[in-house]
């Protein structure tokens, strides 16, 4: 897989291989000069940013099908700073779905530059976040139908939106990239609703939002990685944003996310999965811990491993739609969830193993009710059935500080925020957030973890709904490991 991939790239060093420089003019759309050259030069070639030159790259533009090409990105690359001028080109007809969209294509490399100054992509996100402003918000690098592909030591400056995405891609590695995604104000999205805030008993602390405490995380709303498709490997990846930092979506298999670090998102997550009733599939998933060698991927890599999260909403992430089709119906009826999300054998597990966290309030999160609380309150379910099912998720050596005391995470946009959990106290490491009889096989062992108060930490679980000795008493109450736990 991954090893075959870097045998394919030295045996085209052997091909003929030409570097073609793109064309720049000062004060003027470099997007048009870019296609015209990545369109004749579609195969053995390097399409290269020089350094020293910032490219204007004022319209958004989809590559033709690649094969054997690197996009190497020396110079810096500026996206245009008028909100409405970006707007009007996302909402328009044509628009392919994110500023840079590749398209398909075999051995293909989109490289930045370990150079400090240099190879830099700015999307002067600053000023959408000041605003408000989420109408027509761009996506940034759409990775899509890309066999063999790397994507590394990008560095993105204050992007406007999401990020990197792989959809439909085999065999991709995708590691040394810097996302900085932070906003020099401290408030961003909470400012315009903190006089409307309700303050009282019946919130739990850490939901509380206090009109004289500032914004708890200070990163826009910017998703980090999105990955989709099969054998995708991201390490040593550095992201500070205020969205998730990895989310795995429907029909991604042989995930691995390791050696990397994610500052005040929203942690690694899965999903959300099942929204309108359709059916999704999420297998073989890790997020691991460090290591020397870089083994090549197999059927069987499947985990996030190795992370620091630093200031983050949530560390480790499961998220269903609650209610199945919550706000389409179909035929006069709500239709249950069908999402179906597993391991690859039963010797394998999704796994999220040895991560680190720091002042962390939701450090391992798993819910079946992932609703949009912008939209209303949540719907009874009473009389639905949810069919979505986990089974084999590993929770291992977790390690970290959870945060107990008052905050407000930035992108609040409801009162009570959006990440409220009834019944919470703020102390909990696990909460499972579960139906009856959809579990199979959930074990967190190796659970370490104090609060900033010194509190006694706690669980949220209901013994009901997991089939299995999940390592603690599964319970509303202090944390209490099992032997499956140690």
């Not at 690694?268 to 099942?274: K, R």
Request: contains cysteine.
């Amino acid at each position: 897989m991954l090893f075959s991939f870097l045998l394919l790239q030295a045996a085209t060093a052997a091909f003929a291989w030409d570097t073609f420089l793109v064309p720049h003019t000062p004060g003027g759309d470099d997007t048009p000069g870019l296609l015209s050259l990545v369109t004749n030069h579609s195969s053995d070639a390097t399409i290269l940013f020089r350094k020293g030159i910032t490219y204007n790259i004022f319209t958004a533009i989809k590559f033709p099908v690649l094969t054997n090409v690197e996009i190497a990105i020396e110079g810096n690359l500026t996206y245009p700073t008028n909100i409405s001028e970006i707007q009007a080109i996302v909402g328009a007809s044509d628009f392919p779905g994110s500023w840079f969209t590749f398209s398909g294509g075999n051995n293909v490399t989109l490289r930045g530059s370990t150079d400090t100054e240099w190879g830099w992509v700015d999307g002067h996100g600053q000023a959408w976040w000041d605003a408000v402003q989420q109408v027509n918000r761009p996506h940034g690098w759409a990775f899509n139908d890309i066999t063999n592909g790397v994507i590394r030591d990008m560095k993105l400056w204050k992007p406007i939106g999401w990020n990197f995405a792989t959809s439909g891609c085999v065999n991709v590695h995708v590691y040394n990239n810097k996302i900085l995604a932070a906003s020099d104000t401290s408030v961003m999205f909470c400012a315009s609703s903190m006089a409307s805030l309700i303050i009282g008993p019946v919130v739990p602390i850490q939901h509380r939002r206090y009109a004289n405490n500032p914004c708890r995380y200070r990163s826009s709303q910017v998703a980090g990685f999105s990955a989709g498709g099969n054998n995708i490997l991201f390490e040593n990846n550095y992201v500070v944003n205020g969205d998730d930092c990895l989310t795995v979506g429907s029909g991604a298999h042989n995930i691995t996310w390791r050696n990397s670090y994610c500052e005040g998102g929203h942690g690694l997550s899965i999903g959300s999965l099942g929204s309108g009733g359709s059916v999704a599939d999420v297998q073989n998933v890790l997020c691991v811990r460090p290591s020397y060698q870089v083994p090549a991927l197999t059927s069987h890599a499947r985990s996030m491993e190795t992370t620091i999260m630093n200031t983050t909403l949530y560390g480790a992430r499961f998220k269903s739609w609650t209610g199945g089709n919550l706000w389409k119906r179909s035929c006069a009826q709500v239709r249950s969830v069908n999402s179906y999300v597993r391991s690859h054998s039963s010797d394998d597990s999704v796994t999220w193993k040895d991560i680190t966290f720091i002042d962390v309030p939701f450090p391992i999160y798993v819910t079946q009710n992932y609703w949009d609380q912008e939209l209303g309150p949540p719907p009874n379910n009473t009389n639905t059935v949810n069919n979505t099912h986990i089974q084999d998720f590993l929770f291992e050596n977790f390690v970290g500080v959870i945060r107990d005391t008052p905050y407000v995470e930035g992108s609040c946009v409801t009162d009570p925020c959006w990440y409220f959990v009834p019944n919470a106290t703020g102390r909990e490491v696990v909460i499972l957030d579960l139906y009856p009889g959809t579990a199979t096989n959930v074990l967190a062992k190796d659970i370490f973890a104090r609060t900033e108060t010194g509190r006694p930490v706690a669980v949220m679980c209901n013994s009901t709904t997991v089939s299995n000795d999940v390592g603690f008493k599964c319970w509303d109450g202090p944390f209490i490991r099992t032997k499956a736990g140690l």
